[in-house]
């Protein structure tokens, strides 16, 4: 008998093939795997057979045929005939990578963290250096804010990459990003350290600093010079870590540093080292950031040899991120403006008043922008497979759950505010309230088009929320400046209200005709307004009682505690989720596991 051998062998199951040699035949079951291969029968019997080749060739997505085999002996003729199989669709393979929910609550622990540490360290540096001290430090560290904001159009752009490159299951590509955009980020980062190290000095004497903290701000400002090209390495490793969704261990870094910028800062302060040892915690922030992103990153520095990306994909990089940065300057302009427009009206007290409000304003911006930086990786990744329905899809699933979300967070940023700023700089500051109030409500509308821009990095089409941005920065100087001489300071953030509100608008008027989505009824939302609403006195009320029964600083835990739980009972209420559910949500999301399903809006 002849003997069957395969260069590749198939896997059979299922299919029919007959054999026939001369009046004999019998039938068996096999099923070819789906994989290419290429069969050959031979035999080393005493009788020489002539055989001939056959090639299999499949398709992941056609039927699947093996073909036939004829093999002659003498006036005997055995034939295989293989009938064809429809093979079953594969599903794209894609890396391992923590689920949704765990991925935007690690990122928004980070965000939460950098804030914490920023609110413990201002009263601390106030009470141990003086107001004037601070405001030296305030200034400096106003490098590394524009630094931050120039970088903000840049690193988008490497981490949607990293993760488009990252969906097809190879590591090479995200490795020639890391090396270019690390290239880039030690160009610019040995550029501005140069600047800054040899214009210290003059830089320092063009404010009007106190000449008792001249030399110390110089030191503050040389340090700041070293850390620049450090910050810029480590972000940009951080932002190859969102590509590839490792946003747990870039959390952990940002975690760790935060608590080591602290720790030098108060060893630094207790040892009487002033401006200079705020310094030299900053540069033990960025070194342990450094250690511990590039230690994440071995595998990927480790997967081929150095190379960087090629032309055209940084030529595509530059154009998509030269449209973020637009966007990016327009959120600048338009907090700088309002100051600025403030400052012409208002007396210095109200200006600053006004800056209180928006730092608290700003930091709810900030968490919301923390969590969407996970979605956009996961769409981004989707979008990679060139599977449009399912990427619109998951939009349109997540879009309905972000609305909801940041509806409920915005009335519970409102309740917030009282005791929050009572907890955290004591009494006499109603107008500071009142100014926030009006902030939250215009960053709310803005952040609700968060996920709306978050699809359209994904894709690649960001002209639309560079548009947004524009028209936006337009809108406010039309509103503001005529509000502002009625109204002084208060007219200046109702006009950036009245800008955000009709830049939201025309942002989903444009959006929707991309990708559409349904409309809810004038109940659903009134329903939903009203029940954001009860959240939100529900934090005023208990976080009032906080604030008016412990001592100040002490009283910022269980404030944000009645935050925390009232905005969870909006999302339990509002999504539908039971409650046991919930529990199961928050256990995963807390210890890394599998997310649960999630409940739709």
Not at 4 to 32: D, N, V
Not at 78 to 86: C, G, K, L, P, S
């Amino acid at each position: 008998m002849p003997r069957l051998t395969a260069a590749a062998k198939p896997t059979l199951r299922s299919s029919a093939i007959t054999c026939a040699h001369g009046q004999r035949a019998r039938t068996c079951a096999t099923e070819p795997s789906v994989e290419p291969l290429s069969t050959m029968i031979a035999s080393k019997s005493r009788n020489r057979w002539r055989s001939n080749e056959g090639t299999t060739t499949s398709s992941h997505a056609r039927p699947f045929q093996l073909g036939t085999t004829t093999l002659t002996r003498g006036d005997g003729v055995t034939v295989i005939e293989h009938a064809t199989v429809d093979a079953p669709e594969r599903e794209p393979t894609t890396p391992a990578r923590s689920p949704l929910g765990v991925n935007m609550t690690a990122n928004a622990l980070s965000a939460v963290s950098t804030l914490a540490v920023a609110a413990i360290m201002t009263p601390l540096i106030l009470d141990r250096l003086g107001t004037a001290a601070f405001g030296v430090w305030t200034v400096i560290g106003s490098v590394v804010l524009y630094l931050a904001v120039a970088e903000s159009g840049v690193g988008p752009a490497v981490q949607r990459y990293v993760a488009v490159a990252h969906a097809r299951g190879d590591l090479r590509e995200p490795a020639a990003l890391l090396w270019t955009a690390l290239a880039a980020y030690a160009v610019a980062g040995a550029l501005l350290c140069g600047a800054l190290v040899l214009l210290a000095a003059p830089i320092v004497s063009a404010f009007d600093f106190p000449a008792a903290l001249s030399d110390d701000a110089v030191d503050l400002l040389t340090t700041v010079g070293v850390v620049v090209p450090m910050a810029l390495a480590a972000t940009g490793m951080g932002n190859v870590l969102f590509g590839l969704e490792r946003f747990v261990i870039v959390t952990a870094s940002s975690v760790l540093g935060a608590l080591v910028l602290l720790g030098t800062a108060v060893v630094a302060l207790n040892a009487g080292l002033g401006l200079s040892g705020l310094g030299l915690a900053l540069l033990a922030q960025q070194g342990v950031l450094l250690i511990l992103r590039a230690a994440a990153l071995h595998d990927v520095v480790m997967s081929g040899r150095p190379a960087f990306a090629s032309r055209a994909r940084v030529r595509e990089m530059l154009g998509f991120s030269a449209k973020l940065q637009v966007s990016a300057f327009t959120v600048l302009i338009n907090g700088q403006s309002d100051r600025v427009v403030a400052a012409l009206v208002a007396p210095a007290v109200t200006v600053g008043r006004l800056g209180v409000a928006g730092q608290v304003a700003e930091a709810g911006r900030l968490i919301a922008g923390a969590l969407l930086q996970p979605v956009v990786s996961r769409l981004s990744s989707i979008a990679a497979h060139g599977d449009r329905g399912r990427l619109d899809r998951e939009y349109r699933r997540l879009s309905r759950v972000w609305i909801v979300a940041m509806t409920g967070a915005t009335a519970v940023g409102l309740g917030l505010l009282h005791p929050l700023l009572l907890s955290w700089l004591g009494p006499g500051y109603g107008e500071a309230v009142t100014f926030g109030a009006v902030l939250v409500v215009a960053y709310g509308f803005n952040i609700v088009t968060g996920l709306g821009s978050a699809y359209l990095r994904a894709t690649g089409a960001v002209g639309l929320e560079a548009r947004t941005g524009v028209l936006m920065v337009g809108l406010n100087l039309l509103f503001t400046i005529p509000l502002a001489l009625l109204a002084g300071a208060l007219g200046v953030v109702l006009g950036t209200l009245a800008a955000n509100v009709l830049g939201t608008a025309w942002f989903f008027w444009r959006l929707h005709l991309i990708v559409p989505v349904t409309v809810p009824s004038p109940g659903r939302c009134l329903g939903l307004l009203g029940l954001a609403a009860l959240a939100g006195s529900a934090t005023l009320v208990a976080g009032s009682l906080a604030a008016a029964t412990l001592p100040r600083f002490l009283a910022m835990a269980p404030v944000g505690l009645a935050a925390a739980v009232s905005f969870a009972c909006f999302l339990v209420v509002a999504l539908r989720v039971p409650p046991r559910d919930a529990v199961r949500a928050c256990v995963a999301a807390a210890s890394g596991r599998t997310a649960v399903r999630t409940a739709r809006a």
